[in-house]
T-cell receptor, first 114, second 113 residues
Framework: AQSVTQLGSHVSVSEGALVLLRCNYSSSVPPYLFWYVQYPNQGLQLLLKYTSAATLVKGINGFEAEFKKSETSFHLTKPSAHMSDAAEYFC????????????FGKGTLLTVNP | EAGVTQFPSHSVIEKGQTVTLRCDPISGHDNLYWYRRVMGKEIKFLLHFVKESKQDESGMPNNRFLAERTGGTYSTLKVQPAELEDSGVYFC???????????FGPGTRLTVL
């Protein structure tokens, strides 16, 4: 079964610093991968998704992720962190060959320090 | 456009009691999903409705959980009787097509004491 692993349950960065949230996937076929973000007291919001059209995927709020098959990775980056980026981030994929059953990583809580 | 809404936002009940969670999807979304996140673990799929029909309930933990979607609009998830291990955050999501982006609600935090 396809799965993802998020490295680091908590990442802390300074405002203006690079944000790097790590995600590795386990799949023998080109996967569907995504990142969701959950801001406090809100629902999960889709940041971006990879569907094999392009390896570098740009999302909302200045985030992007690069699909690297050789490393089985789909890390999320943002060049300069903003206080408003503080949230929990979830990497995920589809599961069991279905296109609706989403499988998530355990989440990474991002803290942005002034 | 209103997003996915869930009610209540929090629920605290005693072991053995019954709780019903409600989800209102985005208007026009035929596909509705329930997920659950137990503390410290991943968000996990519970089930999928297309309109009023259950398409996939492979993630439902056991027969103490009953999901319904009357008329293909809102959905309820009933836990009866609740056990300690049912505690967690229950998310609802909806999408237009089964392959489409899923829009999530804020979740219901259930605590079973």
């Amino acid at each position: 079964a396809q799965s993802v692993t998020q490295l680091g349950s908590h990442v802390s960065v300074s405002e203006g610093a690079l944000v790097l949230l790590r995600c590795n996937y386990s799949s023998s076929v080109p996967p569907y991968l995504f990142w969701y973000v959950q801001y406090p007291n809100q629902g999960l919001q889709l940041l971006l998704k990879y569907t094999s059209a392009a390896t570098l995927v740009k999302g909302i709020n200045g985030f992007e992720a690069e699909f690297k098959k050789s490393e089985t990775s789909f890390h999320l980056t943002k060049p300069s962190a903003h206080m408003s980026d503080a949230a929990e981030y979830f990497c995920g994929t589809n599961s069991g060959g279905s296109n609706y059953k989403l499988t998530f990583g355990k989440g990474t809580l991002l803290t942005v320090n002034p | 456009e209103a997003g996915v809404t869930q009610f209540p936002s929090h629920s605290v009940i005693e072991k053995g009691q019954t709780v019903t969670l409600r989800c209102d999807p985005i208007s026009g979304h035929d596909n509705l999903y329930w997920y659950r996140r137990v503390m410290g673990k991943e968000i996990k799929f519970l089930l999928h409705f297309v309109k009023e029909s259950k398409q996939d309930e492979s993630g439902m933990p056991n027969n103490r959980f009953l999901a319904e979607r009357t008329g293909g609009t809102y959905s309820t998830l009933k836990v009866q009787p609740a056990e300690l291990e049912d505690s967690g955050v229950y998310f609802c999501a909806s999408s237009q097509a089964s392959s489409g982006n899923q829009f999530f609600g804020p979740g219901t935090r259930l605590t079973v004491l």
